[in-house]
């Protein structure tokens, strides 16, 4: 028995069911895919409260990078308050960043400005190419130029506005911290800006190591500090962590949620993309519109040739 072609009713009825299966399908996946986070991977802990502000670690990161990111002395200025000579913000041109934040006379503070390494980047979820990438191990999220096409998704995605476009190079590329992956931590195995802090206000190591520091110091000087790490578990949890006395959000670090924004947005593109099985459902219906259309504007043309007879 020949079975016929199905209503239009009956054809969106099966890419509706289509549909409503590959949800239900992804649904327990998604669950046993969660984000981990990796306490061994390598980061920094920066406290605040020990920065003095000499900008020796923006120097050392200049000096042990330059040649590898092209990172050229930029121009400085001062604060509104003249009370602070460095650049404005991260550029193609600086990776490490101190900044100075005064709320008061006795109430001000130093942060360090740099890539978060986060554990879930959006930066490398985003990146069409892979340019941005993130090493399982370490956990160092890399930048490769040769394979980047301009199109700057990496920095609309981080929520901490770190990768930086050389606007003013002919041929430009992102710049941001890399771990010193290519160079200080090939010779020495540590990064440039830790090895030079002369306050150990810059602390390298393995992100547990860090958390138990950063939880002991909270421990033993509480009146010290704001009692939370921030990047402990901001956007799914980050390699580059703080400690301050100030609140973050006055040291321009923004407030964020647990949930990383990659692992949401990937939820989604995995649930409609897996096995390619909605885009063929989605081109399906178009070419189904598409040629009872065609077929509907043929009927009119034959009726109108055959009443002009």
């Keep these: ?9 009956q054809f969106f009825k099966i890419m509706g069911a289509t549909g409503a299966a590959l949800l239900v399908g992804r649904g327990g996946a998604s669950a046993s895919e969660s984000h981990q986070v990796n306490n061994d991977t390598l980061g920094m802990l920066y406290d605040a409260t020990k920065c003095v502000g000499c900008k020796a670690c923006m120097s050392a990161c200049k000096r042990v990078n330059s040649d590898y990111g092209s990172l050229s002395y930029e121009k ?17 041109s600086t990776r ?24 879930k980047p959006s930066c490398v979820s985003v990146c069409p190419v892979s340019a ?34 050389q606007w003013e190079k002919a041929i430009p590329q992102i710049v941001k911290c890399d771990l010193c992956k290519n160079t200080n931590m090939v010779k020495k195995g540590i990064t440039a800006c830790a090895e030079t802090c002369p306050v150990g206000a810059i602390m ?28 402990e578990h901001e956007v799914g949890g980050t390699n580059h962590l703080y400690l301050s006395a100030m609140a973050f959000n006055k040291l321009g670090l923004p407030i964020l949620k647990e ?9 989604i593109q995995h649930t409609i993309y ?26 009119e043309e034959n009726r109108d040739g055959e009443e002009h007879k």
């Design 1 to 9: 028995m020949t079975m016929g072609k199905p209503s239009r009713r």
């Design 76 to 92: 400085a200025s001062f604060d509104t308050d003249a009370l602070w000579d460095a650049p404005q913000d991260l550029s193609g």
């Design 96 to 119: 490490t960043l101190i900044k100075l934040f005064k709320e008061s006379d006795k109430e001000w503070s130093y942060v360090k400005y740099s890539c978060m390494h986060c554990q």
């Design 132 to 165: 941005m990438t993130r090493d399982a191990a370490s956990g160092t999220v890399d930048y490769n130029k040769d394979a980047c096409i301009g199109c700057r998704y990496c920095q609309i995605a981080c929520a901490f506005n770190i990768p930086k476009f």
């Design 204 to 231: 390298f190591g393995k992100r547990k190591d860090l958390l138990v520091e950063a939880k002991k110091r909270l421990q033993e000087h509480p009146e010290r500090y704001n009692k939370h790490i921030y990047g």
């Design 259 to 267: 949930e990383a924004p990659a692992e949401f947005s990937e939820k």
């Design 274 to 299: 897996k096995g390619f099985i909605a885009p063929v459902a989605l081109y399906s219906t178009l070419c189904f519109v598409a040629v009872k259309n065609m077929k509907r504007q043929k009927t």
